[in-house]
């Protein structure tokens, strides 16, 4: 390490700290330098207080790890930002539990347009599915709608569905559904946004799902107020990511609006996360509209926001029977799930959005949709040609042993989330662990088997669906069980978890040359941690808390 001139006196130096660089030539320092947002030195304490100046900043880790940012690879950062404003309801079971959070809720937004919860399990009634009439016997007189932790799935009361004009229910496109009840009335239950859209409008928070319901943009645009209040909302995301060790979000959800609401932070006081937004194609759109997905990537190409991505979704969420699969559902036998895309049409949109070189993240939760994703993927390789594409598939619930080696040949991103597999944190066993059967168990959630195979496995949260923590889910992984004795072991090592945290987060995003790595030249994106993770307890990961989040060289979170 050799750093000449007294004008490299280093703005920022970060001392007494255990450093994993994830850097497999020098994986282990003491301290690291960082001057103009970028890292110019990693090595021995003394080597890195010989560049503190006057005006250095110096920040004691403590005796604590010291990592590169946490790469978030798959989160909504606008709705999840709402989301912190709403009723949480994790955790909560029975009637009467769920009663006394609504009621008391209720009793704090008394001019509350919409009151919304969010995260309640689909098994909050035990055995029993919830309806519009458990709700109205809790809030008769004011709309009310909760949903489901994996956010494919709400409940609605008499009201909501009512204000909502779909009590009567609606016709909607392929794999959305207002659940009917004998009465022919709707029962309460919604599935997919197409059927949940028209009562989570009421709450008057439409324009932060619009990048993920439409893709499109707010019609008509908002006043200065409105912009002002949802800058507002991206600052509170941005914080809450920022606090938990996070420097790079990529988001899975977008729209122009969401690129301009965070230039326009970035033009003000500058952005504490380095963020990417995708372009939503949805299955309304037409080929064309891929146009607006190269205007976005023109336009927004810094390393602080970007674009470059087309997210889709090919099919809805296990607990609601609405993946695809290629068996039928074992607790359902007579039914496989309804794509958003036919093959064909899926394999057209590969094909066009490879062919603008552009990337492609893809939400395929069954094994049927993972299946035609991959097929879309492959034509898209014999159309265009072969290139370091790096397209994705996001989450990857259940797959296939002929599917497995394809992530490799294919050069196909495995985008996972340790926070997922009922069991590992707060996802209950049922109904998930039933409606996928004892015969898929050993390729479901299946992060290890993909590794070893060559994928690269990179790890995420899915916030709001799941907590936003990185070390949450680096827990998760390293204490996965499987669901039988006969099942494969799927969990991470501690520097597995780690990697897919940082390593591969930078290379879901072409960045490995510049940042999950702290090395000199990279950009100055680390945290520091309350205690050495590697000497922590798996059981006890939970308690290693951010201290200190430095992004761009600039304090971004201190405790």
Known sequence: MSVAGADRNADLIVIHGRVLTMDGGNPVA??????????????????IEELKGTATQVIDAKGGSV??????????????????????????????????????????????????GQGVDYTVLGDERVTRHHLDAILPDRPFCMAAPDHHTMWANTKALEMAGILHGRALGPGNEIVMGDDGLAAGELREGEAFGPVLDLAGEGRVRLGLATGGEPDPMPSAAERAADRDIMRRGLAWCARHGITS???????????????EIDAEEGLPCRVQIPFHYKNFMTLDMLDKATVMTERYNSEWLSSGMVKVFYDGVLDSWTAVMIE??????????????????????????????????????????????????EAAQKANGKRDSRHRIEHIEVTTTSDVPRFAELGVIASMQPPHPPGAMDFPLEPTVSRIGPARWPLSYAWRTLKNAGAHVVFASDWPVSPIDPILGIQAAVMRKPWADSDPDQ??????????????????????????????????????????????????????????????????YQA
């Not at 003491?30 to 080597?47: F, L, P, W, Y």
């Not at 990337?359 to 299946?371: E, N």
């Not at 040359?513 to 590697?534: F, P």
């Open 491 to 556: 969990s991470f090592s501690l520097w597995e978890s780690l990697a897919a945290y940082t390593v591969e987060g930078a290379y879901a995003e072409f960045a490995e040359h510049r940042k999950g790595t702290l090395k000199s030249g990279y950009m100055a994106d680390l945290v520091v941690l309350s205690a050495d993770i590697e000497k922590t307890a798996p059981a006890d990961l939970h308690k290693v808390r951010p201290v200190t989040t430095i992004c761009g060289g600039k304090i971004t």
């Open 328 to 377: 039928p559902y074992a607790d359902r036998p007579d039914w496989v799930g309804e794509p958003l895309f036919t093959p064909q049409q899926f394999i057209d949109l590969a094909v066009a959005v490879d062919r603008r070189g552009l990337q492609i993240a893809v939400h395929s939760i069954g094994d049927g949709a993972v299946r035609a994703v991959l097929d879309g993927y």
């Open 249 to 263: 979000i990529q988001n899975m959800d977008g729209n122009l609006y969401q690129l301009e609401l965070l230039a």
């Open 67 to 116: 990592l590169p940012g946490f790469i978030e690879a798959h989160m909504h950062l606008f709705s999840g930002g709402a989301e912190l404003a709403h009723l949480q309801l994790g955790g909560v079971h029975g009637f009467e539990a769920l009663k006394k959070a609504i009621r008391e809720y209720a009793s704090t937004k008394p001019d509350a347009k919409m009151l919304v």
């Open 30 to 47: 003491e301290a690291v330098a960082v001057k103009d947002g970028a890292i110019i030195a990693v090595g021995s304490r003394a080597a």
